[in-house]
């Protein structure tokens, strides 16, 4: 499995509004694609809560899956417009890292 690492800061208002658009919107997007394994979104308060970092996570079960994803620049984010219209920075490239451990994964199939 492959792991697709992103990150943006936000205003707190922003980053409820990016949350918002990806479990109202993306979710449903990303699910249709085949080979999504599934995602995270993380946030943290930075400088004193005055920006909140979003860190997104995105399972697939292969590089040929980030394609039917990504296109050809599998290293370029894809950063919606409703995205970029509520944060105040992005990464404009991700990572991708191969998945050793899962215990996620393992702890849901119990």
Same mark, same amino acid.
């Given at each position: 499995?492959?792991? =697709?690492? %992103?990150?943006?800061? &936000? +205003?707190?208002?922003?980053? =409820?509004?990016?949350?918002?658009?990806?479990?109202? +919107?993306?979710? !449903?997007?990303?699910? =249709?694609?085949?080979?999504?394994?599934? !995602?995270? $979104?993380?946030?943290?308060?930075? *400088?004193?809560? &005055?920006?909140?970092?979003?860190?997104? $996570?995105?399972? %697939?079960?292969?590089?040929?899956?980030? &394609?039917?994803?990504?296109? &050809?620049?599998?290293? #370029?984010?894809?950063?919606?417009?409703?995205?970029?219209? $509520?944060?105040?920075?992005?990464?404009?490239? $991700?990572?991708? =890292?191969?998945?050793?451990? *899962? +215990?996620?994964?393992?702890? #849901?199939?119990?």
């Amino acid at each position: 499995m492959i792991a =697709r690492s %992103w990150s943006a800061q &936000a +205003t707190a208002e922003g980053a =409820r509004a990016y949350v918002a658009f990806f479990e109202g +919107t993306l979710v !449903a997007e990303l699910e =249709r694609i085949d080979g999504h394994r599934g !995602a995270l $979104v993380l946030t943290r308060e930075i *400088d004193g809560g &005055a920006r909140i970092e979003i860190s997104v $996570v995105t399972f %697939w079960e292969s590089m040929e899956a980030v &394609a039917r994803f990504a296109g &050809a620049a599998l290293d #370029r984010a894809v950063v919606e417009d409703e995205a970029r219209a $509520v944060l105040v920075s992005f990464e404009e490239c $991700v990572s991708h =890292r191969h998945v050793a451990v *899962d +215990t996620v994964r393992r702890a #849901r199939e119990g």
